[in-house]
């Protein structure tokens, strides 16, 4: 990495390269909601959009899969019909 010695130097390499910093992007968000609070917050990708969590029913069956394959007689014993391959 090279070596700025000062701060406004690094600061005019930075724009120079075009290079956009996660403050500039939020304003230019921020900025294209036309400052709408709300606009801006549904902008955001947030936990829930890409971290489903499992429903009742998905436990359950995790649950019924997880005893029967750890059961040590799992051969002779025909599986739940709730069983999902894990």
Partial sequence: MEDYED????ESDIY???????HQIMMEKWEASGRDLY???D???WDSEWL???TDEEKYAKDVSREYNRHPFKKFIP??????EL
């Fill in 7 to 10: 701060a406004y130097e690094l």
């Fill in 43 to 45: 902008s955001i990708p």
């Fill in 79 to 84: 599986k739940p019909k709730e069983y999902i």
């Fill in 39 to 41: 606009k801006y917050l």
């Fill in 16 to 22: 120079a390269k075009n290079f956009k910093t996660p």
């Fill in 52 to 54: 489903r969590h499992d």
